[in-house]
């Protein structure tokens, strides 16, 4: 077999992984580069194989730095089939929809729109659905999927060809996850490829991030400022709903306005509340929650705002005030205007709760910048800064060095992707001390045989 790194290696985004043997051709998702402008140009290129020899293509999870191009692979060819899990599908829908919304405000032309809402409708027309463990075959591959644990549906890819076994991680959760199910652990398997968004990092346990968000909102409210959290649409926003709603029925955090200020994450809630009884997804606390009555999604002071006019009407609510936007990293969406209006202010905070990838916005207001630009201004932080990695849906570096560790009987490589150089060399460098398994990190373009 022969695998091409077409994606994803040496950065956090834009996955995308092609293997073949023999006549089989199979890519694993097919994401988006995110972050800096230079990174976000690399979407127009194209692709390093044909699109139209392509078999099949498994998607891990709905992320758009794993779904992201999946339009401008059917508009240059792929004829399908597309597999994931029912709710992926569901989340993707609306995920490619909003990306394409977003290219089109940013563009300076038509070419910097790299597919049409045509080539999503015909992408979703050959997307199938499949359950965890069911195997699908596509020529000379038996295909299954295992619960990653990351997000609602989330997958790892492993393919059995050649009489070889490789397994993609996808995306692996935190643990332990309040909403969906925890990650499974594959035994068997001879090469695997893993992510490192936090290769090189251990994240706080669940009750710090929960005191975190705790102590924020406590803070804000004797500041009498607005707190501030750029979320990713899909599962950071239902998990804060969800610990937020604890705080407030356990009566740990005063009265206050929560603003979910998002379209998209609206219409994912949505998502979630449809699989909240499926036990394939959930875990088994939140669906006995759900069938005692209690609304897990849902607390007095909760609003969500789906229009224009209802997000500036945020304005006129006086703090504090919690507002939870897009987009995760401050590159788009809804909480860059909260971000001119509140970074300035000295009593306000601003608590990032996902990975900032290098080049964006939050990155940069992580880091300490005392001025940032945002819609062409420059724009004073004064305002308090925080993060958490306890509220990632990835895995910190002990999680994935037990991943790892189940496969370690016939495990011949592993090759560590989605991660900048400082959490995938590290990783890879502790798969090989402690677990002693080859390991490394391969570059954009790289090409192995196994």
């Given at each position: ?204 346990g669940v009750e710090e991030r929960v ?5 924020m909102i406590e803070d804000t409210v ?229």
């Open positions: 077999m022969k695998l091409t790194f077409a994606g994803g290696a040496g950065s956090v985004t834009g996955a995308c992984y092609f293997l073949e043997g023999g006549t089989t051709r199979i890519l694993v998702d097919c994401g988006m580069q995110q972050g800096s402008s230079r990174e976000e140009k690399k979407n127009k290129n194209p692709f390093p194989f044909d699109p139209s020899s392509l078999d099949a293509l498994f998607i891990t999870h709905a992320h758009i730095d794993h779904i992201g191009r999946v339009p401008k692979l059917v508009k240059e060819g792929f004829a399908g089939p597309i597999f994931s899990t029912a709710p992926t599908k569901d989340a993707a829908s609306h995920l490619l929809e909003d990306a394409h919304h977003l290219m089109e405000q940013d563009a300076s032309s038509a070419r910097d729109v790299i597919y049409g809402v045509e080539d999503i409708n015909a992408s979703l027309e050959m997307w199938k659905t499949i359950p965890y463990h069911e195997i699908v075959r596509v020529k000379d591959a038996e295909i299954e999927l295992y619960d990653a644990g990351h997000i609602l549906g989330s997958a790892s890819v492993v393919i059995a060809m050649e009489n070889k076994r490789i397994v993609f991680s996808g995306d692996l959760g935190n643990i332990p996850a309040p909403l969906v199910k925890p990650t499974e652990y594959i035994e068997n398997a001879d090469y695997a490829l893993i992510e490192s968004a936090y290769g090189n990092r251990v994240h706080e005191a975190v968000v705790e102590d004797r500041s009498k400022g607005a707190l501030l959290i750029p979320a990713f649409a899909m599962e950071r926003t239902q998990q804060l709903l969800f610990e937020i709603n604890e705080l407030v029925e356990r009566g740990r955090i005063p009265p206050l306005p929560v603003f979910i200020d998002s379209p998209l994450a609206i219409r994912l809630t949505e998502i979630f509340k449809k699989y909240v009884h499926d036990p394939m997804f959930f875990n088994q606390e939140i669906i006995t929650q759900g069938k005692e009555g209690d609304q897990i999604f849902n607390f007095p002071g909760l609003r969500f705002t789906l229009t224009t006019e209802e997000s500036k009407e945020i304005n006129s609510v006086s703090p504090p005030k919690v507002i939870i936007a897009g987009a995760g990293m401050s590159n788009g969406g809804r909480i860059i205007h909260h971000e001119v209006r509140y970074l300035p202010d000295p009593n306000s905070n601003i608590l990032f709760v996902g990975y900032q990838v290098e080049g964006s916005l939050g990155r940069k207001i992580l880091e300490g910048e005392k001025e940032v630009k945002i819609l062409g201004q420059r724009v004073p932080v004064k305002a308090r800064v925080k993060a958490i990695g306890g509220f990632s849906a990835h895995a910190d570096q002990p999680l994935l060095l037990r991943w790892v560790s189940s496969m370690k009987k016939n495990l011949k490589h592993v090759f560590v992707v989605q991660g900048e150089e400082d959490q995938s060399l590290p990783l890879a460098t502790k798969i090989r001390d402690e677990l002693a398994i080859d390991a490394t990190a391969p570059q954009p373009g790289t090409v192995v045989e196994l």
